[in-house]
């Protein structure tokens, strides 16, 4: 039941890092949890009572000062991870996503002009390896270990570009390109899906990525 309710595995640096900050972030939390129920309880049960008591400054210095510092310790670290998630250094593959109702279109444009469309495999066509409304019948590849750029835009409505066991979520908005950096650090297939509402079979334009060497992913390109 756990692994129902848990993040995915992580299959990227950023990813990592997500990670430890939410279980950072859930410990700060179960903290102020505990402690805040433990004052409730002993406050219901005992029988403790200061009819007179007016004022206490210092009680008001320590309950302003103290959840101060915990959003701090909550706030340096979410800011690093943004800034580590808009980090772009020197890519070495672009990939472009185009979002459609209801599919993807993808191009790679640094080594020779390729263009695909992603549609999402109907469960007839599915072998027993593939998942039903997750498996496409075109997948983005790319080389593990290597810096990638991926390039994001839409030609009708406001999709998004989301993996989530790489910690990318990108919005296709018709008439503007973003950007978001990838940079997986194992082989393997990752799945995704449109997480913007965009229309009557938002459901059913799923992301996948298959990630291999750099010698496989050059045999890969030649074929095209």
Known sequence: MWKTISMQDPASPIMEQLIMFHDHT?????????TVSYMMTSLFFNKI?????????????????????????????????????????NPLITIKAIGHQWFWSYEYSDFKKIEFDSYMKPTMELTKNEFRLLDTDN???????????????STDVIHSWTI?????KIDASPGRINQGNLMVNRSGLFFGQCSEICGANHSFMPIVMESINMKTFYEWIKKF
């Open 26 to 34: 859930m410990m700060i939390i179960m903290m102020i949890t505990i």
């Open 49 to 89: 009572t200061n009819r007179f008591l007016f004022e206490g400054q210092m009680i008001e210095l320590v309950w302003t000062m103290l959840p101060a510092m915990v959003l701090i310790f909550i706030a340096l670290p979410s800011l690093r991870i943004l800034y580590l998630m808009e980090e772009m250094s």
């Open 139 to 153: 997948r983005i590849v790319i080389p593990f270990n290597t810096n990638t750029r991926i390039l994001v835009t």
């Open 164 to 168: 989530p066991s790489l910690g990318i």
